[in-house]
């Protein structure tokens, strides 16, 4: 018969050993689990056959101590909200990638799309990980793809910037010399300054110069917030009209139409003899010449820069001197001085180029007679500036010394000049045409005459 044996037989139990003996009072030498074993069974046959429910132990009292409680607690590490002061933020924003980024940059991404981030914050967005590229941590270097979705952090706010104390200009001038330079103030408005510069005074400072225009601009602030600003300069020994801008956007606009020869110069000075052409242009080139250290030019043909300058003959002093007007179209280095030397009629005073023979005896000053006269140039605002500056002593004493007539001195710029026909050119033109029609009948009737 097949199946398991009975329990009391000589085989080993379940769980026992082979060949297990069985002791006195009918129980088997098998271990102790095998005897549990048969127990368990025989009260689940008593049950009924329920299925068997281990037995519970009664809950244990709660602890007394509530705060070791709280910080078991792990639902506090869960819900715990990211720190703003760490760059980290919940709210995010998602772009596609379009087909014309495709294959670029994610920085280059960025530059398009997001200029106000800069590549310090996406650097730092990529290395706490909260820039992603389709849920995967990206670094600015990697390349996109179309269709991919960014996540970007939301812009982070701006500090706002902390209130610096205003500087407070320190004007390192005396009072006299304050008065020295608000005196020489012919023209003044929101956007420029005009002064009348005079002779010996350097626009700006250099070796062994220490008085110099540049240095007295402080005292030009009047109501500004800045210093004025050089946009052009005259000759130490020039006097005359300089101008200052009071602000960049007017620097820029000087500066502009000085480059772009819309302004218009007018210098009077007085030269040795008399030019033998009363209107004319010299067009002679202009070099530094060697040897001077750069502090003297002389024309030269073949290394100088072009140079255009025009003159006109005001009144003449019998053949020993002229008062002329000049008009410079070029800005180069001692351009007047070098041309009227140039053509053999140096300015007077002016030994640098013209020698003793610059000099003219008598009350004739030798101090060099050249004043720029009058500026004319575009107002920032619109409209235009044009100032006259007056003669220093020394020019209008030369003036009056040579017999000139002062109310000569301004001539018109050739687009103020009328060239409108008036009623005597109209005339005048009348007669001309009425001759040149009765010249050609007479030239007819003696054609007829001689056939």
Avoid: C
């Amino acid at each position: 018969m097949k199946g398991r044996p009975p329990g009391k037989s000589g085989g080993p139990a379940r769980g026992g050993k082979p060949g297990g003996t069985t002791k006195p009072g009918g129980r088997s030498g098998a271990p102790g689990r095998a005897r549990g074993g048969a127990k368990a069974a025989s009260a689940r046959k008593k049950d009924g056959d329920k299925p068997f429910k281990p037995a519970t132990r009664p809950a244990a009292k709660p602890r007394t101590k509530a705060p070791v409680a709280k910080a078991a607690a792990p639902a506090p590490a869960v819900v715990a909200k990211p720190n703003p002061a760490k760059g980290v933020s919940l709210d995010v924003r998602q772009y596609r990638v379009q087909a014309d980024d495709d294959g670029i940059r994610l920085d280059r991404w960025f530059q398009r799309h997001l200029p106000d981030v800069g590549f310090n914050i996406v650097s730092r967005w990529s290395r706490t990980g909260q820039l992603r590229v389709d849920g995967a941590r990206a670094a600015p270097g990697d390349r996109i793809a179309e269709g991919q979705m960014i996540r970007v952090p939301p812009a982070e706010p701006k500090a706002a910037p902390a209130d610096k104390p205003k500087r407070v200009r320190v004007i390192d001038l005396t009072e006299d010399e304050i008065a020295y330079v608000q005196d020489m103030v012919i023209h003044r408005d929101r956007q420029a300054i005009v002064i009348n510069k005079p002779p010996g005074l350097a626009t700006q400072g250099g070796t062994k110069t220490d008085e110099h225009v540049d240095r007295l601009l402080d005292g030009l602030i009047f109501d500004g917030e800045s210093r004025p600003k050089l946009v052009h300069r005259l000759d130490k020994d020039t006097s005359g009209a300089l101008l200052l801008a009071r602000s960049s956007r007017a620097a820029a606009h000087f500066a502009k139409a000085f480059s772009s020869r819309t302004a218009r110069k007018v210098y009077w000075a007085i030269v040795i003899g008399v030019p033998s052409i009363d209107d004319g242009m010299i067009e002679l080139p202009i070099a530094k010449q060697p040897g001077t250290g750069g502090e003297k030019m002389h024309v030269d043909q073949e290394e100088g820069l072009p140079a255009r300058t025009r003159y006109r003959v005001i009144e003449r002093a019998g053949n020993r001197a002229a008062w002329v007007e000049l008009q410079p179209y070029t800005g180069r280095t001692h351009q007047l001085r070098v041309h009227m030397a140039a053509i053999g009629h140096p300015l007077v005073g002016d030994g640098k180029y013209g020698g003793k023979e610059s000099f003219l005896s008598g009350s004739i000053s030798r101090k060099m007679h050249l004043h720029a006269r009058r500026i004319r140039v575009d107002h920032p605002d619109g409209g235009r500036i044009d100032m006259k500056a007056e003669l220093p002593e020394h020019f209008l004493a030369s003036l009056v010394s040579l017999g000139f007539d002062l109310s000569l001195g301004d001539m018109p710029l050739d687009d103020e000049i009328d060239r409108t026909p008036t009623r005597e050119d109209e005339k005048k033109f009348a007669r001309a045409h009425a001759k040149l029609v009765r010249k050609e009948r007479r030239g007819e009737r003696r054609g007829r005459g001689g056939n």
